[in-house]
């Protein structure tokens, strides 16, 4: 059974750092993409970064320049480095893996809160 288990959530003030982990387990393939996913209270669901395993990224444009997202080669594990952070950046984060069949496994989540 596939599972993707993120960390690195917490409470941090405005402008500060955090890095968020997801590693897989159960795995016997490699994903073809991994992404970060955020969901605000009352907000739907909102992609925040993919990478494929390539290397090719994408952000959303509100994080641009303040969020990096990397995956070691080989590897299912994807991290989420965020920089200078925002109250708006507060939400529940998740990691999902595209397999080559486009199945997508997703986390549980971590919880990353702005506040002052």
């Known amino acids: 059974q596939v599972q993707l288990v993120e960390s690195g959530g917490g409470l941090v003030q405005p402008g500060g750092s955090l890095r968020l982990s997801c590693v897989t387990s159960?795995?016997?393939?490699?994903?073809?993409?991994m992404g970060w996913y955020r969901q605000a209270p009352g907000k739907q669901r909102e992609l925040v970064a993919t990478?494929?395993?390539?290397?090719?990224?994408y952000y959303k444009d509100s994080v641009k320049g303040r969020f990096t997202i990397s995956r070691p080669s080989a590897l299912n594990t994807v991290y989420l480095q965020m920089n200078n952070l925002k109250p708006e950046d507060t939400a529940v984060y998740y990691c999902?893996?595209?397999?080559?069949?486009?199945?997508?496994?997703w986390g549980k989540g971590t919880l990353v809160t702005v506040s002052s």
């Open positions: 159960g795995s016997i393939f490699s994903f073809t993409s």
């Open positions: 999902k893996g595209v397999s080559s069949g486009a199945m997508d496994y």
């Open positions: 990478v494929t395993r390539f290397g090719s990224t």
